[in-house]
């Protein structure tokens, strides 16, 4: 069969009619067709395009490459007329060694058939592709992309080439969404994407959608092993409604009706009042004014929303009187408390300028006039002008509300009488305040710059639908890490084992950020297996010939903002022709992929049954020192072999069922 040519490109124009020996240097290029899906938090996205290639291209051209930020080329085929070619993943010199071997010289002249080969190689933030192609044809490229995304709202975003939404299957154009994330998710999962730069993807993550109300809180740990010292990614998701406004829910509303209330701080509780009756219509509540003496403003319990218009007339007509007795109101609310059943629930707004004998009353006796499992909320008016309900801790009332797992809030006065104030937050926790992350055995480290971590500020606060990430250093004993915070008063924690099967992920993030001190980055990058300062793609078939000068016809990228890329290569099936073969120096090339070991002072041999480039049986033998303990035996003794059994050896010509005997003693 007569072999055509293969090129390599990163991104090209869909339905080009040019060869690749016709163009300008430093061109951007963009894909045929685009397809992604969301596996677990990592987006995966299949890129094809389509080039034709003059007979003979061998010169060295320049196209730049996007990627998504952070995103990686996980592997890479090129298809010539049915025949498929993968690309082999070899150590970055020996595969450099390889290419460069296609020059012409004494063992390589330019005469006879020439080879045609492909080199994917590179460092942080760049991607090079050099090609050699012996015939003319079209070829049709497919790159695996994986890039981490970043969760809000239910949602895993992620920003791509624009290029990229233009050419996306339907199912794909469907995800793209023009306003994006928040700013914080932007920065977490997509570091230095400008805002209009890019196209914002979300991919559906409903995994905590159909958790109980209040329990909509995800955590993740994976940790990666880099020699003796370890490093773990936590990350904290909130869903886009952590909770429901209970379907049983009874409130009652205390308003100060005292005399020491001013006329904003009146317009202030009335429409907060109103705006707790629109956030939860179909519950059911009594409004209870208090000063000397209390009075409800309805005749019995009410559906919110049928309650509504009253409510606003009282409110707007109440008397002010004498006196702040709050006692008497919660008092008179555990009164009508005790005629109803379900969630049972008080909010008390106060000025805060009240008798000093209620100053001092501990909460506790106050909490025991209620009936039992009864929510309080406080409320404080009087704050900042315009301030919308928010989190005080530092309100005189706060430890009731704290006592019963409650929330204390404070709001401001308003400036715009016509401004409604949003009070979800009273019926139904929105957020999770107060995060704190303990992790003893870990030490906090930041990959990425201005990075926000969990638990970095003193009351860190996630928002529904947010989420946050945490970074740590350790050893192999490093423990769980720990994250807690308050859901209104509830305090919620959450132990998290760092899970090493996400290993890989974790040391791909760290290979392109690229911010590790030595020689941890040289153990990330050997993890990552992706093409970047130790790893290299090559792929070569058809004859032995060498070309008469030059290069190859390469191509090369950046990344934005220095962030960018390594491409990662999963090795697939070659071919050859002719007779001849090379014996493998497989050692050289397998020995490598053992880095993350730690076999060292091991005698490690392996026989593999190999068909074409398919490893089809394996066997490993480890002689280890004496003295040590078998769980260090066991680990070493999966971690090679997983190494072992994910590669492909890049063999010049295998017959079926071939063996070898490799020894993968480490070169004392």
Same mark, same amino acid.
């Given at each position: 069969?007569?072999?055509?040519?293969?090129?390599?490109?990163?991104?090209?124009?869909?339905?080009?009619? /040019?060869?690749?020996?016709?163009?300008?240097?430093?061109?951007?290029?963009?894909?045929?067709?685009?397809?992604?899906?969301?596996?677990?938090?990592?987006?995966?996205?299949?890129?094809?395009?389509?080039?034709?290639?003059?007979?003979?291209?061998?010169?060295?051209? /320049?196209?730049?490459?996007?990627?998504?930020?952070?995103?990686?080329?996980?592997?890479?085929?090129?298809?010539?007329?049915?025949?498929? /070619?993968?690309?082999?993943?070899?150590?970055?010199?020996?595969?450099?060694?390889?290419?460069?071997?296609?020059?012409?010289?004494?063992?390589?002249?330019?005469?006879?058939?020439?080879?045609?080969?492909?080199?994917?190689?590179?460092?942080?933030?760049?991607?090079?592709?050099?090609?050699?192609?012996?015939?003319?044809?079209?070829?049709?490229?497919?790159?695996?992309?994986?890039?981490?995304? @970043?969760?809000?709202?239910?949602?895993?975003?992620?920003?791509?080439?624009?290029?990229?939404?233009?050419?996306?299957?339907?199912?794909?154009?469907?995800?793209?969404?023009?306003?994006?994330?928040?700013?914080?998710? =932007?920065?977490?999962?997509?570091?230095?994407?400008?805002?209009?730069?890019?196209?914002? =993807?979300?991919?559906?993550?409903?995994?905590?959608?159909?958790?109980?109300?209040?329990?909509?809180?995800?955590?993740?740990?994976?940790?990666?092993?880099?020699?003796?010292?370890?490093?773990?990614?936590?990350?904290?998701?909130?869903?886009?409604?952590?909770?429901?406004?209970?379907?049983?829910?009874?409130?009652?509303?205390?308003?100060?009706?005292?005399?020491?209330?001013?006329?904003?701080?009146?317009?202030?509780?009335?429409?907060?009042? =109103?705006?707790?009756?629109?956030?939860?219509?179909?519950?059911?509540?009594?409004?209870?004014?208090?000063?000397?003496?209390?009075?409800?403003?309805?005749?019995?319990?009410?559906?919110?929303?049928?309650?509504?218009?009253?409510?606003?007339?009282?409110?707007?007509?109440?008397?002010?009187?004498?006196?702040? /007795?709050?006692?008497?109101?919660?008092?008179?609310?555990?009164?009508?408390?005790?005629?109803?059943?379900?969630?049972?629930?008080?909010?008390?707004?106060?000025?805060?300028?009240?008798?000093?004998?209620?100053?001092?009353?501990?909460?506790?006796?106050?909490?025991?006039?209620?009936?039992?499992?009864?929510?309080?909320?406080?409320?404080?008016?009087?704050?900042?002008?315009?301030?919308?309900?928010?989190?005080?801790?530092?309100?005189?009332?706060?430890?009731?509300?704290?006592?019963?797992?409650?929330?204390?809030?404070? +709001?401001? %006065?308003?400036?715009?009488?016509? %401004?409604?104030?949003?009070?979800?937050?009273?019926?139904?926790?929105?957020?999770?305040?107060?995060?704190?992350?303990?992790?003893?055995?870990?030490?906090?480290?930041?990959?990425?710059?201005?990075?926000?971590?969990?638990?970095?500020?003193?009351?860190?606060?996630?928002?529904?639908?947010?989420? @946050?990430?945490?970074?740590?250093?350790?050893?192999?004993?490093?423990?769980?890490?720990?994250?807690?915070?308050?859901?209104?008063? %509830?305090?919620?924690?959450?132990?998290?084992?760092?899970?090493?099967?996400?290993?890989?992920?974790?040391?791909?993030?760290?290979?392109?950020?690229?911010?590790?001190?030595?020689?941890?980055?040289?153990?990330?990058?050997?993890? +990552?297996?992706?093409?970047?300062?130790?790893?290299?793609?090559?792929?070569?078939?058809?004859?032995?010939?060498?070309?008469?000068?030059?290069?190859?016809?390469? =191509?090369?990228?950046?990344?934005?903002?220095?962030?960018? @890329?390594?491409?990662?290569?999963?090795?697939?099936?070659?071919?050859?022709?002719?007779?001849?073969?090379?014996?493998?120096?497989?050692?050289?090339?397998?020995?490598?992929?053992?880095?993350?070991?730690?076999?060292?002072?091991?005698?490690?041999?392996?026989?593999?049954?190999?068909?074409?480039?398919?490893?089809?049986?394996?066997?490993?033998?480890?002689?280890?020192?004496?003295?040590?303990?078998?769980?260090? %035996?066991?680990?070493?003794?999966?971690?090679?072999?997983?190494?072992?059994?994910?590669?492909?050896?890049?063999?010049?010509?295998?017959?079926?069922?071939?063996?070898?005997?490799?020894?993968?003693?480490?070169?004392?």
């Amino acid at each position: 069969m007569r072999r055509l040519p293969l090129v390599a490109a990163a991104l090209v124009f869909a339905g080009s009619a /040019h060869a690749w020996s016709r163009r300008t240097a430093d061109q951007e290029l963009s894909p045929a067709l685009v397809k992604g899906k969301l596996e677990g938090p990592i987006a995966t996205f299949t890129v094809k395009f389509v080039v034709p290639v003059d007979k003979g291209t061998y010169g060295q051209q /320049h196209s730049s490459i996007e990627l998504p930020p952070k995103g990686m080329v996980t592997s890479a085929t090129a298809s010539l007329n049915g025949v498929t /070619h993968s690309l082999a993943m070899l150590p970055a010199e020996d595969a450099e060694k390889k290419f460069n071997a296609l020059s012409a010289d004494e063992e390589h002249p330019p005469v006879g058939r020439k080879a045609s080969a492909v080199l994917m190689s590179g460092s942080q933030g760049t991607v090079g592709v050099s090609v050699a192609a012996a015939n003319g044809g079209v070829l049709t490229l497919e790159l695996t992309v994986a890039s981490p995304t @970043c969760f809000f709202r239910d949602r895993r975003w992620i920003n791509v080439p624009e290029a990229w939404a233009a050419s996306a299957e339907v199912a794909l154009r469907k995800l793209v969404d023009q306003d994006g994330p928040n700013a914080a998710c =932007m920065s977490n999962g997509s570091t230095d994407v400008p805002r209009g730069e890019g196209v914002w =993807m979300a991919f559906p993550a409903p995994e905590l959608t159909g958790r109980r109300s209040g329990e909509r809180i995800g955590t993740f740990a994976g940790r990666v092993a880099l020699g003796d010292e370890h490093v773990t990614r936590f990350e904290l998701d909130l869903s886009a409604k952590i909770s429901d406004v209970p379907r049983d829910l009874a409130t009652v509303i205390l308003v100060d009706g005292s005399r020491s209330m001013f006329a904003e701080e009146l317009e202030t509780q009335r429409q907060l009042v =109103m705006s707790y009756l629109r956030a939860a219509p179909d519950s059911r509540v009594q409004v209870i004014a208090y000063a000397r003496r209390v009075k409800p403003l309805l005749p019995g319990w009410t559906t919110a929303s049928q309650a509504a218009p009253r409510l606003d007339r009282e409110l707007r007509a109440m008397a002010q009187r004498n006196g702040s /007795h709050f006692d008497i109101g919660l008092a008179e609310a555990a009164t009508w408390l005790e005629r109803v059943e379900g969630t049972k629930r008080v909010v008390l707004i106060t000025d805060e300028r009240m008798a000093g004998r209620l100053e001092g009353t501990p909460p506790a006796t106050l909490k025991r006039a209620l009936p039992a499992g009864t929510l309080v909320h406080v409320v404080a008016v009087g704050g900042s002008s315009d301030q919308p309900p928010s989190r005080d801790e530092d309100t005189k009332l706060a430890p009731l509300a704290a006592a019963t797992d409650g929330m204390s809030v404070r +709001a401001g %006065k308003l400036e715009d009488p016509r %401004k409604l104030h949003d009070s979800t937050l009273l019926v139904r926790p929105v957020s999770l305040d107060f995060v704190k992350v303990k992790a003893p055995d870990w030490t906090q480290i930041t990959p990425m710059a201005d990075d926000v971590a969990c638990g970095d500020e003193e009351s860190h606060e996630i928002a529904e639908g947010d989420s @946050c990430t945490w970074w740590g250093q350790g050893d192999a004993s490093a423990g769980p890490v720990i994250v807690e915070g308050l859901l209104w008063g %509830k305090r919620i924690q959450r132990f998290v084992q760092p899970n090493l099967a996400h290993g890989r992920d974790i040391a791909r993030e760290l290979s392109v950020l690229g911010t590790l001190d030595e020689p941890l980055l040289e153990k990330a990058h050997l993890l +990552a297996r992706a093409v970047n300062e130790k790893w290299s793609l090559y792929a070569q078939w058809g004859g032995r010939a060498g070309y008469e000068d030059g290069f190859g016809l390469g =191509m090369s990228g950046g990344g934005r903002g220095g962030i960018c @890329c390594g491409t990662v290569g999963t090795i697939g099936r070659g071919s050859g022709t002719g007779s001849y073969r090379e014996p493998p120096d497989l050692a050289k090339q397998l020995r490598p992929l053992l880095a993350a070991c730690e076999v060292e002072t091991v005698d490690v041999r392996a026989t593999l049954e190999m068909t074409l480039t398919e490893i089809a049986e394996l066997t490993v033998t480890m002689n280890h020192p004496d003295g040590t303990p078998s769980a260090t %035996k066991r680990k070493r003794q999966q971690c090679v072999e997983d190494a072992l059994w994910d590669s492909t050896p890049m063999l010049t010509h295998v017959d079926q069922h071939h063996t070898y005997n490799v020894d993968l003693r480490a070169i004392r």
